[in-house]
C-alpha cells in the first residue's frame, strides 16, 4: 500500500475575511509527480506556503509524512523548497557553490558550521544537476537556466523525499524549460522523489506530471494530464477560451 | 573633537598620551565591530535602519543624563528596545519597517532634545554625543565597547551561516525551520549595541555612516562575500586609524575625519574593476 506523503483535508484559507483557499481535498503518494496549476491569484503559491507551515490554514488538515507541518521537526529536512525566482537579489555577492550550501542551512545545524561531509552533498547535488564546472562562479554571472539549475541543486542536496517547486521555469527559453523538466524528471525517477509542483505552463508540465490539479480558490479539476486539459471545467477556472490556454498544442 | 595643537611634531608622540592610547583602542573595535555588522546591514538593506537607530537614541542619552546614570548605558536599553519595536511590528505585518524608522528616527531624537533642555545650564557633552569625542572614552567606556563587541562578534561567527541565509532568501530559510525572526531580531540588538558604543567615537549623527561605507567598499571591490567581509574588516580599521591620525595632525574633529576616510576609501573602490 502506497503511503501519502501529502494529505490535504478540508482546508481553507482566508486573510481578513478574504477566503483564498476553500474545501481543497488532496493526497499524494509517494514517487508522484504533481502539477499545481490554475490562473494568477488562484491560491498556487498559498498552497505550498501552506505545505511548508510556513502560514496557518484556517481550518482542514494539511499532514507532510503523517505530520502536521508545524510538528515536522526533525523530518522538515527531507523537504526540498525552490521558491519563486524573483524572492532574491540578483547582485548578492556569492558563488554558485554558496547557494547550494544554503540548502544545508537547516533548524537540525542552528549554529554549527557545515561538516565536510555536507559540503560534499552540495558539489555532489552541482554534479548532478550538470554545473559542477561553474561552482566557484559568481551566482550573479549565471545564466538564468543554470541559475535554476542551481537552485533545484540546492532543493535536492539534503536528499529530500518531498521536492517543493514554485514556479521553476519562469522567465526560461522553451529549449531552457526543456531541458530543466527533463533533469527534474531524471532525479525525480533516480530517487523516487514526490514532486509537487506549480506551474503555469500547461503544456510542458502535462508532458512530465503524472496528475495536474487545477485550483482557483477551489479545486476545479484533477487527474491525469490529459483528462485534465481536455475538461471543461479547465476553462471555467481560467475564465477564458480553451485555445488561449494552450494554442495548438492541446492534449 | 580636535586635540593637537596644529604644530605637527613626533609621529609617535600621538601615542604617549594615555588618553591617545584610549581613543586609538576604541577606534580599533569600533572600527571592526561597525565593519562587521555593515556587512549584513549592506545584504539586509538596512542602511536606514542604522541611521533611525542612530539618531533615536539621543533619547536614551537624554534619560541617562537627567537620571545621573552613564548615557551609554540608557542609550542602550533605550536603543534595544526600539530595535526590538520596528523589528516586531514590522515582522508581524502591523506596520512598514521603513514607516517605523522615520517615526522613532524623529521621535526619539524629539525626546532627546526635549529632555537635555530641561537640564539647567549648558551641557558640553551634548555635542560628544552629537558628532563623537574619542579623546573623551574612558576605561569604563573601554571595557562596555569590548562587552558589547564580544557578544556581537560572537552572535555573527555563530549564526553567520544562518544570518547569511536570511539575507540572501528569508523565505528558503523560514522553510527549512530556521527562527528567522528570532535570528532577525538578534541582528538587529547587535545592531543597536554596536551604535551605542560607537557614538563616543563619530556621534550619533555619523554612526550611521560606519555602519554602512566598510561594507558597501568592500561590495565594491569583491564579487564574494568572504572577499566583501575581509575588505569591510580592512575600511573600518584604515579608517578609523587613518582618522585619528589626520585628526590629530590637521586639528578637525574625529567623527568626521574617520567618516570621510572611510568615504574616501569607498570612492577609490570605484577604480577596481569587479
Known amino acids: 500500500m502506497s503511503i501519502n506523503v501529502v494529505e490535504i483535508r478540508d482546508l481553507d484559507y482566508a486573510v481578513n475575511g478574504n477566503q483564498i483557499l476553500e474545501k481543497i481535498?488532496?493526497?499524494i503518494e509517494a514517487g508522484e509527480f504533481v502539477g499545481i496549476i490554475g490562473p494568477n491569484g488562484a491560491g498556487k503559491t498559498t498552497l505550498l506556503r501552506l505545505l511548508l507551515g510556513l502560514i496557518r490554514q484556517t481550518s482542514g488538515q494539511v499532514r507532510i509524512f503523517g505530520l502536521p507541518p508545524a510538528q515536522l521537526g526533525k523530518k522538515r529536512e527531507a523537504i526540498g523548497y525552490m521558491p519563486q525566482r524573483p524572492t532574491f537579489d540578483r547582485r548578492f555577492p556569492l558563488s554558485t557553490l554558496d547557494v547550494v550550501n544554503m540548502g544545508l542551512v537547516t533548524a537540525g545545524s542552528l549554529g554549527c558550521p557545515l561538516t565536510r561531509k555536507q559540503r560534499e552533498k552540495a558539489r555532489c547535488s552541482l554534479e548532478q544537476v550538470g554545473l559542477a564546472a561553474l561552482q566557484n562562479r559568481p551566482f550573479s554571472r549565471l545564466s538564468g537556466g543554470e541559475q535554476q539549475r542551481a537552485f533545484l541543486a540546492r532543493a535536492i542536496c539534503r536528499e529530500p523525499l518531498l521536492l517543493l517547486l514554485d514556479e521553476p521555469n519562469t522567465g526560461l527559453d522553451l529549449p531552457t524549460q526543456h531541458n530543466f523538466f527533463n533533469l527534474l524528471q531524471q532525479l525525480q525517477h533516480k530517487y523516487n522523489l514526490t514532486v509537487v509542483m506549480v506551474s503555469h505552463d500547461l503544456v510542458a508540465i502535462a508532458r512530465f506530471a503524472h496528475r495536474l490539479v487545477c485550483i482557483n480558490r477551489t479545486m476545479h479539476v484533477h487527474g491525469k494530464p490529459l483528462d485534465v486539459l481536455n475538461s471543461p471545467h479547465l476553462e471555467k477556472a481560467y475564465r477564458c477560451e480553451f485555445d488561449v490556454l494552450f494554442g495548438r498544442e492541446r492534449g | 573633537m580636535s586635540y593637537s595643537d596644529g604644530k605637527g611634531g613626533n609621529t609617535l608622540e600621538i601615542f604617549s598620551f594615555a588618553f591617545m592610547q584610549r581613543?586609538?583602542?576604541a577606534v580599533?573595535?569600533?572600527?571592526?565591530?561597525?565593519?562587521?555588522l555593515s556587512f549584513f546591514v549592506v545584504l539586509n538593506k538596512l542602511s536606514f535602519m542604522g541611521a533611525g537607530l542612530s539618531h533615536a537614541i539621543l533619547g536614551g542619552i537624554a534619560i541617562g543624563v537627567l537620571a545621573g546614570i552613564n548615557p551609554l548605558y540608557s542609550g542602550a536599553v533605550f536603543a534595544v528596545a526600539i530595535a526590538l519595536l520596528i523589528g516586531y511590528l514590522s515582522k508581524h505585518g502591523k506596520i512598514q519597517e521603513d514607516t517605523l524608522i522615520g517615526v522613532?528616527?524623529?521621535?526619539?531624537?524629539?525626546?532627546g532634545i526635549m529632555l537635555i533642555s530641561f537640564k539647567q545650564g549648558y551641557y558640553p557633552e551634548l555635542f560628544s554625543f552629537l558628532f563623537g569625542n574619542v579623546l573623551a572614552v574612558s576605561i569604563q567606556d573601554l571595557q562596555f565597547l569590548a562587552v558589547v563587541m564580544f557578544f556581537v562578534l560572537l552572535y555573527i561567527v555563530i549564526f553567520f551561516k544562518e544570518l547569511f541565509t536570511i539575507s540572501f532568501d528569508e523565505e528558503l530559510a523560514r522553510a527549512a525551520g530556521l527562527p528567522a525572526t528570532t535570528l532577525y531580531l538578534g541582528l538587529l540588538v547587535c545592531l543597536a549595541l554596536t551604535i551605542v558604543v560607537s557614538v563616543k567615537v563619530v556621534g550619533v549623527v555619523l554612526a550611521s555612516a560606519l555602519l554602512v561605507i566598510p561594507a558597501a567598499a568592500g561590495y565594491r571591490l569583491s564579487g564574494n562575500y568572504r572577499l566583501m567581509l575581509?575588505?569591510?574588516?580592512?575600511?573600518?580599521?584604515?579608517?578609523?586609524?587613518?582618522?585619528?591620525f589626520i585628526s590629530y595632525y590637521l586639528n578637525i574633529p574625529s567623527g568626521a575625519a574617520i567618516v570621510l576616510c572611510a568615504s574616501a576609501i569607498f570612492f577609490l573602490s570605484f577604480l577596481s574593476r569587479k
Do not use: P
Request: aromatic share 10%; proline share 0%.
Open chain 2, 23 to 25: 581613543a586609538f583602542l
Open chain 1, 25 to 27: 481535498n488532496l493526497q
Open chain 2, 28 to 36: 580599533i573595535m569600533v572600527g571592526l565591530l561597525c565593519s562587521a
Open chain 2, 104 to 111: 522613532f528616527y524623529s521621535s526619539g531624537m524629539a525626546l
Open chain 2, 230 to 244: 575581509l575588505f569591510s574588516l580592512l575600511t573600518g580599521l584604515v579608517a578609523g586609524l587613518a582618522g585619528l
